[in-house]
């Protein structure tokens, strides 16, 4: 039953979830702003026909978004804390209707950096159901509850030039700007095969080495461009 044993208090976590959720609207509306901004400017380069430089700056609006929806997932599972604290009070064991909603903020509580109340929650349900049941949540193991889609919202890895794509395409239709959607559309059929290519070098790693060097130059290289915008 972990440390906190009879003596477990229901209370401390409405008390800390309901810190969290003010905090949660604190941060959600400081990365909706710099969602935006990043949006205005990748709107701005493409009407100045920058379009590449657009392709790099549209990633900075894909971290601010995947932030902002993992903001609003947390909220959500803090709320049904409160809702469930019964549960969580009378159970020993991590109740099954809030398993997804405990383990995800676990989870999340090992990625995030500053966030009081989070590291609080996470000591407490460490404390309530044990070491083995977060390290499980932390370390996404097959048997955890974490909420799959929270995982790539946290990832620090750079989105995928497919995806990339798509959301400069989104904006460039936002903004009326058809041109670009056929340019990228072109683009992106014209670079399939190149991909092809690619994933044959990868089955045929053995009998072309060079190739696959060469590819892995020209990933390292888009990667350090990303990285400088």
Known sequence: MGLFGRKF???????????????????KNQHQVRCSLARSDVTQLLHLGRQEDALHRVEHVIKE?????ALAMMEN??????????????????PEELAEAISSL????????????????????????GNEFAA??????????????????????HSGSEKRKN??????????????????????SQSRPEVDSENE???GEEGSQQGTEAASVIILEDSQIVQNA
């Open 9 to 27: 208090k229901a209370s401390k976590v409405t008390a800390v979830a309901n810190l969290a959720i003010s905090r949660i609207a604190i941060l």
């Open 65 to 69: 978004q995947n932030t902002v929806d």
């Open 77 to 94: 599972y803090c709320h049904l804390l409160i809702e469930k604290r019964v549960l969580i009070k009378t159970q020993g064991e991590c």
């Open 106 to 129: 676990i989870f999340v509580a090992s990625r995030w950096g500053e966030f009081p109340e989070l590291h609080e929650l996470r000591e407490i349900f460490t404390s309530r159901y």
């Open 136 to 157: 499980q949540c932390v370390e996404l193991r097959n048997n955890c509850s974490v909420q799959p889609k929270m995982i790539p919202k946290l990832s620090k890895r």
């Open 167 to 188: 959301m400069l395409n989104d904006i460039a239709a936002d903004c009326g700007i058809t041109q670009c959607i056929e340019d990228e559309t072109s683009h992106g």
């Open 201 to 203: 070098c990868a089955k």
